[in-house]
Nanobody, 129 residues
C-alpha cells in the first residue's frame, strides 16, 4: 500500500521560509525505481508541477517559478521527501502535494501531474504580503 503524508505547511510572511515534508510508504523491491514530485494548486488554477526527482539519482527538475528558491531533497533512511522553500512570495500560496510514480519519468516528465498515480492529501501554504 502506498501512503504519502505531507506536513510542514502554514502561514508565513513574504520573504520567509518553510520546509515541507512528505513521509512516503513505498514498496522498494530490488532494483525498483520511482519518481517523486512536489506539486501545488492555487484556487481556480490547475495543478502545477514545481519539483521532481528520480530517487537515488542526482538530477532535479524545477519549474521556472520556483527555481533558485525551492530545493527538493530526499532522506532514504527516513523515507521522507522534503521541499525547502525560501524567499516565499504571495503567489506561492497554494495547497502543496507530493506524488509518487513507480518508474523514471525523465527530466520533463517529473513535473507532469498526469504521470503520477499516487498522491498525498496536501498541505496548505499561505504567504502574506
Amino acid at each position: 500500500q502506498v501512503q504519502l503524508v505531507e506536513s510542514g505547511g502554514g502561514s508565513v510572511q513574504a520573504g520567509g521560509s518553510l520546509r515541507l515534508s512528505c513521509a512516503a510508504s513505498l514498496y522498494t523491491g530490488r532494483g525498483a525505481r520511482y519518481c517523486l514530485g512536489w506539486f501545488r494548486q492555487a484556487p481556480g488554477k490547475s495543478r502545477e508541477g514545481i519539483a521532481g526527482i528520480d530517487t537515488g539519482g542526482p538530477s532535479r527538475t524545477y519549474a521556472d517559478s520556483v527555481k533558485d528558491r525551492f530545493t527538493i531533497s530526499e532522506d532514504n533512511a527516513k523515507s521522507t521527501l522534503y521541499l525547502q522553500m525560501n524567499s516565499l512570495k504571495p503567489e506561492d500560496t497554494a495547497i502543496y502535494y507530493c506524488a509518487a510514480e513507480f518508474r523514471s519519468l525523465g527530466y520533463v516528465g517529473r513535473l507532469a501531474p498526469d504521470n503520477y498515480n499516487y498522491w498525498g492529501q496536501g498541505t496548505q501554504v499561505t504567504v502574506s504580503s
